[in-house]
């Protein structure tokens, strides 16, 4: 399948600075790419869709002033934490859309970031 | 009502037995339909697609397609502790569209 790569896989960092997070499509490129966050045994929760050379589409309760997403090129999509505290803490994910058509496309996920915030 | 709906379990199965997974989708459009697997800490991963009603196998995964019921299944034959995860069924309604998620069925394996 398609390698979609997420970097950092961990990060820890003190009350109101802020996070970047990277998800790249490796062997492919990916028009839109989608971001998630999810809490310790809940459920993958989508928090906006990532549409390169466009502004992203926030899911409704995801601060876009918070969550900065910048998809500048086909294969490179970033997840900006601002100011963050510990409530942000979470696992944050990233998706991309591999393939053509309607039996051809697939969702690949990078491998996830784990954010930490003291 | 959810797009996706899935049983969270937990549901327990012997070690060698077979592990069935139900989901079932709201929409009668949905044209593609997804089962990834997550172990706890890491990201979902792709272990099966189908588009046609039926049955798909791929080793010890069957996936089951029933667009008249709307629902898919995921079957896994010869479970083994390794199976152990939350199995997440997804659902895409087009090229283009978003895809859909259930929550989840954590499917433990017992040896």
């Known amino acids: 399948g398609a390698v979609v790569s997420q970097h950092p896989s961990w990060v820890i960092c003190k009350s109101g600075t802020s996070v970047k997070i990277e998800c790249r499509s490796l062997?492919?490129?990916?028009?839109?790419m989608f971001w998630y966050r999810q809490f310790p045994k809940q459920s993958l929760m989508l928090m906006a869709t990532?549409?390169?050379?466009?502004?992203?589409?926030?899911e409704q309760g995801v601060e876009k002033d918070k969550f900065l997403i910048n998809h500048a090129s086909l294969t490179l999509s970033t997840l900006t934490v601002t100011s963050a505290h510990p409530e942000d803490s979470s696992f944050y994910i990233c998706?991309?859309?591999?393939?053509?058509?309607?039996?051809?496309?697939?969702?690949?996920f990078g491998s996830g970031t784990q954010l930490s915030v003291l | 009502q959810k797009e996706v709906e899935q049983n969270s379990g937990p549901l327990s199965v012997p070690e060698g037995a077979i592990a069935s997974l139900n989901c079932t989708y709201s929409?009668?459009?949905?044209?593609?339909f997804f089962w990834y697997r997550q172990y706890s800490g890491k990201s979902p991963e792709l272990i099966m697609s189908?588009?046609?009603?039926g049955d798909k196998e791929d080793g010890r995964f069957t996936a089951q397609l029933n667009k008249a019921s709307q629902y898919v299944s995921l079957l896994i034959r010869d479970s083994q502790p390794s199976d152990s995860a939350t199995y997440l069924c997804?659902?895409?309604?087009?090229?283009?569209?978003?895809?859909?998620f259930g929550t989840g069925t954590s499917l433990t394996v017992i040896p």
């Open positions: 189908i588009y046609s009603n």
């Open positions: 990532s549409n390169e050379g466009s502004k992203a589409t926030y």
């Open positions: 998706s991309a859309r591999a393939g053509q058509g309607v039996r051809g496309e697939k969702l690949f």
């Open positions: 062997d492919f490129q990916a028009t839109t």
């Open positions: 997804a659902v895409n309604l087009n090229t283009g569209n978003q895809f859909y």
């Open positions: 929409d009668r459009g949905s044209q593609s």
